[in-house]
């Protein structure tokens, strides 16, 4: 889009530089000496342009790092290295060429005729210069356009996820993972008990109101999943076997994560190592297990050959309750089927603290992480985050794309509309003898308004038209990044091709003011 209308400023000079030109033809200046003089200039021009994009570049790269960071591990490698330098010197020098080459050079047969036209007052260009021109107009318009829908788009998936229920009531609720660490041979009562000792301390906290343990922290998956069977259910034919993300949780857990329990109960202090086998499963489990039956007090188990390499035995466990899904794997996912194991009777007693607070939780993550520090120092502490911090890391990726892609729309917006006003302004610059010879006629100034308007709504439409296929045309590839809205949506459409309309019309506006204001003697005693 910026290249479009550097070429459109070009024209323009080029336009005003005709007579010039011709008198320099005229005067033995050759053909390829004219086309080198206006390719030092354009250099010039260009390539300065290039080294202050790289200043701007280096400049914001850092915030662009900083920001990216938040939601990809390779935010690092974002820098202005050798690929970024060479397109940007291809770049400059490729427009360098096509802005030396796009305007006319007189030649010399054309001096009597160039200088009978005196300058160009009564031109403006060739008729190829202007439909050059208009197309150009045309294409930042049909660009924008483009831009502005994807940006609408992604910016309406950011509403629709914001609005999503992650199936927990998440406010004042701080989170923190405690990696295991295997080169310790620590016996799985010790660790229990270090648990224990940790959430009896920081239930002591000012503001503190419940602490869970878990190995799973809320809103995060953790990719571990196992085949599961049901007692008594047979897979049909072709039946895939269930899988579930193995989970362990305490007494606490559910409560202090904000998680409901629909059906059944709670974990409870009975339910320790020598105790019968329980769990509980989420309601995504419990409807591809059970679909038309009541899953509490049921059996299931884990099954599979994995089992004989991790550990895990297959022994039957009771569903003591059905707890609510969790968006686990992002709020644009559906449900992952999950089993939890009470925390005691869990095969890795490893996980992370969940504590809820009636206060604002970052406030107590010091003080919190001190106290695992004080029970271990060796225990590594990790991802101290509120559930809300989780959410909004889920929804990083597309909240950088809206990002990018609005600013993107935005700066085209802006750059499509000096286009569309300079090239008007200039044809109305030198069109001044005809506006005045027309308003001497007695063409009221609104008449002068609206025959500029007109011709400036002419290219905005044809652009809106164009721009509006383009995107029903790119629709598929945006499918991957939007959620709960059609790539062909056509509130986004309509909405975007309004204020892209008024805009243009706001462009053209200034000009037709312009020229409705010529008065018709000075644009005769000029010409």
Known sequence: IACANVANLTLMRGVRREHEMTVRAALGAGTGRLRRLLLAENAVLALSGAALGLVVAYAGVGMLAAFAAR??????????????????????LAVTALLAFVPNIGKEDALGEGLRAGGTRGGGGSKGQKRLQQALVVTQVAVSLVLLTGAGLLTRSMQKLAAVDPGLVAPNVLT?????????????????????????ELGTLPGVELVGV?????????????EVKAEGRALASGEAQPTAEYRTADPGYFRAAGIPVLAGRDFSSTDHASAPKVVIINQTLAERL????????????????????????????????????TKDGGLDATPIPAVFTPFAQGDFPTGGLVIRAGVEPSGIATA?????????????????????????????????????????????????????????????????????????????????????????????????????????????????????????DPVTLVAVAVVLGAIGVGACWVPAMRASRIAPSEALRAQ
Do not use: C, H, K
């Not at 990809?72 to 820098?79: F, G, L, N, T, V």
């Not at 509490?296 to 297959?314: A, E, K, M, Q």
């Not at 004080?374 to 909240?399: H, K």
């Open 290 to 325: 059970f679909p038309d039956l009541d899953p509490v007090g049921r059996n299931i188990g884990w099954t599979g050959d994995v089992l004989r390499f991790i550990g895990i035995s297959d022994e039957w466990r009771r569903v003591v309750g059905v707890v609510g899904n």
């Open 71 to 92: 939601v990809s591990p390779r935010a690092d490698e974002i820098q202005v290295d050798g690929i970024v330098l060479v397109f940007t010197l291809v770049l400059a």
């Open 214 to 226: 878990g190995s799973n922290m809320p809103l995060r998956a953790s990719g571990f999943q196992l």
């Open 368 to 488: 919190a992480r001190a106290i695992v520090r004080s029970i271990d120092p060796s225990q590594p502490v990790e991802n101290v985050m509120t559930v809300d911090e989780i959410r909004d890391e889920s929804i990083g990726p597309r909240r950088l794309n809206a990002l990018l892609v609005g600013s993107f729309a935005m700066l085209a917006l802006v750059i499509a509309a000096i286009g569309i006003g300079a090239v008007l302004a200039f044809s109305v610059s030198v069109r001044t003898n005809e506006i005045g010879v027309r308003m001497s006629l007695g063409a009221a100034p609104g008449r002068v308004r609206g025959m500029i308007l007109s011709e400036g709504g002419r290219l905005v439409t044809i652009g809106l038209v164009l721009g509006v296929v383009g995107s029903l045309a790119l629709a598929r590839s945006m499918q991957s990044l939007l959620f709960g809205v059609e790539p062909t």
């Open 176 to 200: 923190m993972e405690l990696p295991a660490d295997f080169t310790q041979q620590i016996a799985p009562s010790q660790l229990i008990a270090r648990y224990e000792r940790m959430q009896s």
